[in-house]
């Protein structure tokens, strides 16, 4: 049985530990098929009666998303890696399926999030979504 070939590796990015462990898992299957790997990073929407400053609060989650793509891209060029990045808004789950569908991606790797004390158990809402909505494999980095 062949298996399909690997050339474009999504990677949901939101600057925690476990991201940039996915990151990391991504770069090493990357080396290994000659794959490029795109960051994304979502910035949620909230309602905006419960921010007290919703436009500057925007603005300073765009600017976090800025520097976390940019570490993952110095991230990926130490290790010769080709790294493009996305930043959109909206609900996490549906742009991460959304965009690897749109752009054709061969996997998506994402970091799972624990719960408190039972995160052993649980996988993070994000990225259980993710494993049950995309019609492409998944990979989840714990």
Same mark, same amino acid.
Request: hydrophobic share 35%; aromatic share 10%; charged share 25%.
């Given at each position: 049985m062949k298996l399909p070939q690997i050339r474009k590796i999504l990677v949901?990015?939101? =600057? #925690?530990? %476990?991201? $940039? +462990?996915?990151l990391d898992y991504a770069i090493h299957? /990357? +080396?290994?098929?000659g794959a490029t790997v795109t960051g994304? %990073?979502?910035?949620? !929407?909230y309602p905006k009666s419960l921010l007290l400053t919703p436009i500057s609060y925007e603005k300073?989650? +765009?600017k976090k998303g800025k520097e976390i793509m940019e570490k993952a891209k110095i +991230?990926? /060029?130490q290790n010769g890696i080709v790294f493009s990045e996305k930043i959109t808004d909206?609900?996490?789950?549906?742009?991460?399926?959304? $965009? #690897?569908a749109?752009?054709? $991606?061969d996997l998506i790797v994402i970091g799972a999030r624990g719960l408190g004390s039972v995160k052993e158990v !649980?996988?993070? #809402?994000? #990225? %259980? =979504?993710v494993l049950h909505k995309s019609k492409i494999p998944v990979l989840i980095v714990k």
């Open positions: 949901p990015m939101d =600057g #925690s530990k %476990n991201s $940039f +462990r996915g299957i /990357a +080396r290994q098929c994304i %990073n979502i910035i949620p !929407f300073e989650l +765009r +991230r990926c /060029a909206g609900h996490e789950t549906e742009e991460i399926v959304g $965009f #690897s749109e752009k054709k $991606f !649980f996988l993070g #809402s994000v #990225s %259980n =979504g």
